[in-house]
């Protein structure tokens, strides 16, 4: 089973700031199969990137990402008000399909 | 548009069987796998089973691997889970996910959850 361990755990920020969330696999993602998901509170997650750095449809370009094989990160470039949620990174490579704990992005 | 909805859940004795229903509307169901995914209450997300678009290939998480059965109906749009000696941790949001292909792929549409109790 692929662990992924998301860090940090909550991370403060202000608007207009960039935020560097990241995602460490306990082994290779192969394919880089991995995606990140953004979920606000009382919603279902949403898509927000596949394949590492791939944005899903409609997401807008100050979401980024990029990594492989056992480290990726996805970059916020200035957070809007919107952003502040709580984010997952999943590898789809193998089963189990496995998720990070996450990571809350709270206002500081 | 592409729609989930689940339904099923409900509160449950331990020990006791649920059959959860994924009702999918708006693409080709037969062309995708599908998921269930489960958050328990202030938890993160916990993958918990998948079936391939042509039902052939299945996946289970370890924590349900003998209790849990996934299934799909391509006449009906419909995924099912089929829950059997639920447990108290098993109590969560239970969600139907499409995945991105026909033999698997990143979640890219997900349904509202239907919540599962487990309790005496």
């Known amino acids: 089973e692929i662990v992924l361990t998301q860090s940090p755990g909550t991370l403060s920020l202000s608007p207009g700031e960039r935020a560097t969330l990241s995602c460490r696999a306990s082994?290779?993602?192969?394919?880089?199969?991995l995606g990140w998901y953004q979920q606000k509170p009382g919603q279902t997650p949403r898509l927000l990137i596949y394949?590492?750095?791939r944005r899903a449809t409609g997401i807008p370009d100050r979401f980024s990402a990029s990594g492989s094989r056992t480290d990726f990160t996805l970059t916020i470039s200035r957070l809007e008000p919107e952003d502040f949620a709580v984010y997952y990174c999943?590898?789809?490579?193998?089963?189990?399909?496995?998720f990070g704990q996450g990571t809350k992005l709270e206002i500081k | 548009e592409v729609q989930l909805v689940e339904s099923g859940g409900g509160l449950i004795q331990p020990g006791g069987s649920l059959r959860l229903s994924c009702a999918a509307s708006?693409?080709?169901?037969?062309?995708?796998?599908m998921n269930w995914v489960r958050q328990a209450p202030g938890k993160g997300l916990e993958w918990v089973s998948s079936i391939s678009g042509s039902g052939t290939t299945i996946y289970y998480a370890d924590s349900v691997k003998g209790r849990f059965t996934i299934s799909r109906d391509t006449s009906k749009n419909t995924l099912s889970l089929h829950m059997n000696s639920l447990r108290v941790e098993d109590t969560a949001v239970y969600s139907c996910?499409?995945?991105?292909?026909?033999?698997?792929?990143?979640?890219?549409?997900w349904g509202q959850g239907t919540m599962v109790t487990v309790s005496s």
């Open positions: 708006g693409f080709t169901f037969s062309d995708y796998a």
């Open positions: 999943q590898q789809y490579a193998n089963s189990p399909y496995t």
């Open positions: 394949g590492a750095s």
């Open positions: 996910a499409k995945a991105a292909s026909r033999g698997g792929g990143t979640f890219d549409i």
């Open positions: 082994q290779t993602v192969s394919n880089n199969y």
